[in-house]
């Protein structure tokens, strides 16, 4: 499991999100966001060079 940070939309404050390699190398999915519990569209994608996820966070 890695831990990265993301930034919500819409209050700009910034917590960590738990991904699972395990679930694949491109992942795409709704978390609330645990300041101001608004949507997130989250997509990431697995950066082997990095051993870290790319993360794009975008409007529901
Ligand atoms: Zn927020």
Redesign the pocket.
């Known amino acids: 499991m890695i831990y990265m940070d993301i930034t ?6 910034t917590f960590p999100i738990e991904i699972y390699l395990e679930e694949g190398e491109e992942q795409d999915f709704i978390i609330d ?6 949507p ?1 569209h989250i997509i990431a994608k697995w950066n082997d060079d990095e051993g870290q996820f790319n993360i794009d966070v975008d409007e529901t």
């Open positions: 919500c939309h819409y209050c700009f404050e966001c645990e300041v101001c519990c608004h997130l």
